[in-house]
């Protein structure tokens, strides 16, 4: 607040307290009064501490994407015809395909298809890559995906 803006309403409710006081108001009411109109007129003179980020653009964090990726993954799954969507079958292809180099095992390569089936068990592979994978075709992935990952502890 600027120092003569707060004078003037200093001096305005005292003056404002004075015409008051002279129309016939009690003392301790114009003065109440002339505060209170002072208080008032003082209100948007108060600066209030800007938000740094008031008008940056929301980026969403690694976490609000993922839960956007699971999301959007979960809808492409059909529990009614118990189809997986290409969204989840491309997803989980991916990471099991990570996870295989990992060991050096290339999942496309015929020479090491036997390598690829003993360690995923069965056709697991070969079932992500049609165009209908069942829904119980992904969660074997997902379990071989668990197996096979370096993180996961053993008990």
Request: aromatic residues 4%; charged residues 25%.
């Amino acid at each position: 607040m600027s120092w003569w803006k707060t004078s003037f309403v200093a001096v305005a409710a005292a003056g404002a307290t004075v015409v008051l006081s002279a129309l016939g108001v009690e003392l301790p009411f114009a003065i109440g009064w002339a505060l209170a109109g002072g208080a008032v007129a003082l209100l948007p003179q108060l600066a209030l501490p800007v938000e740094p980020g008031a008008d940056a653009p929301h980026v969403p964090s690694d976490r609000e994407r993922r839960a956007t990726e699971i999301s959007r993954m979960a809808w492409a799954l059909n529990a009614r015809t118990g189809l997986a969507g290409e969204r989840v079958t491309r997803r989980v292809r991916s990471i099991l395909r990570h996870r295989l180099q990992r060991m050096g095992i290339d999942p496309d390569d015929p020479a090491d298809r036997a390598r690829r089936d003993a360690v995923l068990g069965g056709d697991v592979w070969d079932r992500l890559a049609g165009q209908n994978t069942s829904i119980a075709a992904v969660e074997r992935a997902l379990d071989a995906i668990d197996r096979l990952s370096p993180t996961k502890e053993k008990k």
